[in-house]
């Protein structure tokens, strides 16, 4: 009982930070989860499924406001899907036991730790230059489809194998990819392209024996009302500060795992 009412308390506060700077849970959530003493094929599958289930109604959301673009999350899903799902494949084959790849997930936890903290300590600048970006390259118009196809595989592999990218990160490649895109649509597209990523990645990890359901329901039942409350205090607070700290801290538990 009293773990279960700290996963309760902890799923809480990473759903207030959420709601507060709109950073993904994955990068939260997770380096959490190692800190309490979960292995890390543990942390990292249940925190897909989680991931999976917090961002849903943000879809809905979306859809509702027509901020969606489904062109694209079609292309990133071309990518990411058929990717998670061989990463998953290459997982239970060529391996015996998740102790033989916590070194990979670790790994691929920190350099996408770094680079998420990279995106949010940039963000200002990135949404600043979406938003007077000229017409992008010539070469980007013949070719975008495929980079953005590319781009999905990207996102499918790290995703899988670390819980982190699908929301600032992948944010970050459709600012990069669609400079005509609203911000409140990349915002939209990239949610939605999110959450099947983070399910079918979650459901493999299922497959494989990492989700700890229990762990999972608690989170879940502190995270959902908080990510709500943290959603309506975050133009009372100093999104600037907070992001700038947020990122400091991810860019040094990504050094941890991606060199240590």
């Known amino acids: 009982m009293t773990d279960f009412l700290l996963y309760i308390i902890t799923g809480a506060g990473v759903g207030f930070a959420v709601g507060l700077t709109g950073v993904g849970g994955g990068s939260l959530m997770t ?5 309490f003493g979960f292995p890390t094929h543990i942390a990292i599958g249940t925190d897909l499924i989680y991931a999976a289930a917090t961002k849903a109604s943000g879809v809905v959301a979306h859809h509702r406001q027509l901020t ?24 239970s084959r060529i391996f015996q036991d998740p102790a033989e790849y916590r070194g990979i997930l670790l790994s691929t936890l920190g350099v996408m730790l770094i680079l998420t903290s990279i995106v949010l300590l940039m ?7 979406h938003a007077r970006a000229a017409a992008p390259s010539p070469w980007l118009d013949r070719n975008r489809p495929g980079v953005t196809v590319a781009a999905g595989v990207f996102l499918g592999v790290c995703v899988t194998l ?3 990218g699908a929301g600032a990160f992948g944010a970050a490649i459709l600012f990069l990819l669609y400079p005509a895109l609203s911000s409140v649509r990349v915002v939209g597209t990239d949610l939605a392209h999110a959450v099947p990523l983070t399910l ?9 024996g990492h989700i700890d359901w229990m762990l999972l329901g608690s989170l879940l039942i502190g995270s959902i009302p908080a990510i709500h409350f943290g959603s309506r205090l975050a133009n009372q607070v100093p999104e600037r500060l907070l992001q700038s700290g947020l990122a400091s801290l991810l860019l040094l538990i990504g050094v941890k795992y991606a060199f240590f």
């Open 200 to 208: 079918i990645a979650g459901l493999g990890h299922w497959h494989l």
């Open 31 to 35: 380096p959490m989860l190692l800190l």
């Open 162 to 164: 670390s819980s982190v």
């Open 123 to 129: 963000r200002r600048r990135l949404q600043q230059w």
């Open 68 to 91: 969606v673009d489904w062109t694209i999350v079609g292309r990133l899903a071309m990518g990411s899907l058929p990717a998670s799902l061989l990463t998953i494949l290459i997982l």
